[in-house]
């Protein structure tokens, strides 16, 4: 029985994979046959991380594959996932770290997938990137603090836009709306990713958390 545990939870890490390069920590969903789709255990893992991550001067989300994620795993909304706590203290956990936090997306952002990338400081994606977030469809509410970061970041009619209305944005659109800062060639991505993280990680460390706060406190 522990062997069979032990083996499911190796399974899980691997999904969520951890770099560690001093002080620039790269996560990265690796889940590219479900589309990067997020379970129970992945949300458990990123929350871990962000929850452990006070030694990181900068940290770059990202994912392997096309797709950035689909959002919820389909089968576990089935049985709740939706409605889990697991997604808003996930994306609080982010806010929260004082790194300089950098969602490096690869591709198309979906549903609850959508808030970890909002808590996010800085969001940068590849030119055919699509963002949606489909609750309304889905018959399902967003997050608690999902709608609060978006207005910030594109203005309510925008924001309503997206979870009212349902319609799916290109990344040039996002780009447009302020809800990516810069859209980067696929190949370039990772390299775009570390250049922002670079003066947060030559900083010293007082400078770097002092400059966050103050410039949390503006949102």
């Keep these: 029985m522990f062997g069979i545990w032990a083996r499911q939870l190796k399974k899980w890490v691997k999904m969520i994979e951890l770099d560690q390069d001093g002080g620039l920590w790269t996560v990265t969903v ?11 255990e992945m949300l458990t893992r990123l929350l871990e991380i962000f929850e452990n991550a006070q030694g990181a001067r900068a940290v770059i989300l990202t994912a392997k594959g096309k797709v950035f994620s689909a959002g919820a795993d389909l089968e576990e909304v089935r049985t709740g996932l939706a409605a889990s706590d697991l997604w808003e203290r996930l994306s609080s956990a982010i806010a929260a770290l004082p790194a300089l936090k950098i ?8 549903g609850g997938a959508m808030g970890m990338v909002l808590a996010c400081d800085l969001r940068i994606a590849v030119p055919g990137a699509n963002f949606f977030y489909p609750v309304m469809k889905r018959g399902v509410l967003p997050q608690p603090s999902d709608p609060k970061r978006m207005t910030a970041l594109i203005g309510p009619a ?13 990344a040039d659109e996002a780009y447009q709306f302020g809800l990516v800062d810069r859209v980067v060639p696929v190949d370039e991505l990772s ?7 670079r003066d947060a990680l ?18």
Excluded: E, F, V, Y
């Design 30 to 40: 690796n889940r590219t046959d479900k589309a990067n789709s997020l379970n129970r």
């Design 103 to 110: 969602a490096a997306l690869n591709g198309t952002l979906a």
């Design 191 to 197: 390299t775009a990713a570390r250049d922002l993280a």
């Design 158 to 170: 925008r924001t309503r836009l997206i979870l009212m209305a349902g319609q799916k944005i290109s």
């Design 202 to 219: 030559a900083a010293a460390p007082d400078i770097a958390s002092g400059i966050a706060d103050l410039c949390r406190r503006q949102t």
